[in-house]
């Protein structure tokens, strides 16, 4: 069965910090990757996704992630926080069928 | 930007009261989808929907469980005799396709059952 994990409970940075998020999976067929974030009472919404081709892929809000295949691995980048971007961050993996596999999520707090 | 809309925001109900979450999707989007995340946990895939009927469900979606979509509009989830262990952030989401994901999710439902 697939599984995603994000190592990352919380995490809490000043203003122009670099952020990266972990997030790594467990499946044996073809993913399909993605990274959604839920500000305070807000829906979730995605940031960006992978099917295939280049693996570092680039996002919405100056966001990006690479797809490292040997390890897993889809972490999560931005070379400079802000504020704004106090959210929790899900790393979510797609199978068969359309159906999202969600890591724990994380906690961001972005400190002013 | 085309929105998923879920009512109600908020909504408390007795144990063993039946309740019904309702959705609108995106309007030419094909395919429905519940989830849920109980306080401190995961969320979870409860059901997708394609053609007026489930294509998938996971273990959690149970008989207590049922969606519908009763007019051109809505999409409903239903639990028949809602339990303690249901209280939980249940949200709606639709996609234009089955592959290759990337949804839009709803707000969500917050239900509480006492």
């Known amino acids: 069965a697939q599984s995603v994990s994000q190592h990352n409970h919380h995490v809490i940075l000043s203003e122009a910090a670099s952020l990266e998020l972990g997030c790594n999976y467990s499946?044996?067929?073809?993913?399909?990757l993605f990274w959604y974030v839920q500000y305070p009472g807000q829906h979730l919404q995605l940031l960006l996704k992978y099917f295939s081709g280049d693996p570092l892929v680039k996002g919405i809000k100056g966001f990006e992630a690479e797809f490292i295949k040997s390890k897993f691995s889809f972490n999560l980048r931005k070379p400079s926080v802000q504020w704004s971007d106090t959210a929790e961050y899900f790393c979510a993996l797609g199978t068969a069928g359309n159906m999202l596999t969600f890591g724990g999520g994380t906690r961001l707090m972005v400190k002013p | 930007e085309p929105e998923v809309t879920q009512t109600p925001s908020h909504q408390v109900t007795q144990m063993g009261q039946e309740v019904i979450l309702r959705c609108v999707p995106i309007s030419n989007h094909l395919y429905f989808y519940w989830y849920r995340q109980i306080l401190g946990q995961k969320v979870e895939f409860l059901v997708s929907?394609?053609?007026?009927?489930?294509?998938?469900k996971s273990e959690i979606f149970d008989d207590q469980f049922s969606v519908e979509r009763p007019d051109g509009s809505n999409f409903t989830l239903k639990i028949r005799s809602t339990k303690l262990e249901d209280s939980a952030m249940y949200f709606c989401?639709?996609?234009?396709?089955?592959?290759?994901?990337?949804?839009?999710f709803g707000s969500g439902t917050r239900l509480t059952v006492v």
């Open positions: 989401a639709s996609s234009e396709t089955r592959d290759r994901g990337g949804y839009t």
């Open positions: 499946y044996g067929g073809t993913v399909n």
């Open positions: 929907f394609y053609n007026n009927e489930i294509s998938e």
